[in-house]
């Protein structure tokens, strides 16, 4: 069986019953990255070596499916001109009422291809993409680290597959964050304002 085949057969009989909706909707959007990557191969034949691949992969430059522009022209005007209702555009366009405000304040949005084809302008022609190099985060990568390993350790525990190979998979180092603290003025501070309450 295909690592695909069995990751459909996992979200049924697993996922769907015990996840939280959110939780299996965005299992289901990251599954079909994954798949992209390794559900061809055949769960027998899967290494930790694919996973290393695919993580990889997801550091690289320009692997982001959530890029965001920001207009080059004014929508709003532009949708005036149009002759047509704000509403109505956003309707035509397949774009909600808030995605359409926030593009039209300049704010970055996705939905810019539906826009731009809506008001019949080439996409380059009405906005500009942000941060196109901007990488996924260690986080990310990880997270599909724990969807694939979840999967996998199913396969071990229905009898698919005799030992998992996400569990020796190299994952990206999590960059250290200093802690949010306060210095001591600021916590004499605070302890004498609590104190006045």
């Not at 289901?28 to 990889?56: M, W």
């Not at 522009?69 to 109505?88: C, F, L, M, N, P």
């Amino acid at each position: 069986i295909r690592f695909e085949d069995f990751a459909a057969i996992w979200m049924k009989d697993f996922a769907q019953k015990q996840l939280k909706v959110k939780t299996y909707t965005g299992y289901e959007k990251s599954l079909e990255r994954i798949n992209q990557a390794i559900g061809h191969i055949k769960l027998k034949d899967l290494r930790t070596g694919h996973l290393n691949e695919f993580y990889r992969n997801l550091e690289e430059t320009g692997i982001r499916a959530d890029l965001k522009y920001t207009s080059k022209i004014d929508i709003g005007e532009a949708i005036e001109q149009a002759g047509v209702t704000r509403t109505a555009f956003g309707k035509a366009a397949g774009v909600a009422g808030n995605t359409l405000r926030i593009a039209i304040s300049g704010k970055r949005v996705s939905k810019a291809m539906a826009i731009s084809a809506e008001l019949g302008l080439k996409l380059s022609d009405a906005f500009r993409l942000e941060q196109p190099d901007r990488l996924l985060s260690s986080n990310t990568v990880r997270s599909y680290h724990r969807i694939i390993s979840s999967c996998l350790g199913k396969a071990v525990k229905w009898g698919y597959i005799p030992y998992n190979p996400a569990v020796n998979a190299e994952l990206p180092k999590m960059p250290k964050h200093e802690a949010a603290y306060l210095d001591e003025a600021e916590a004499r501070e605070l302890l004498m304002l609590l104190h006045k309450e």
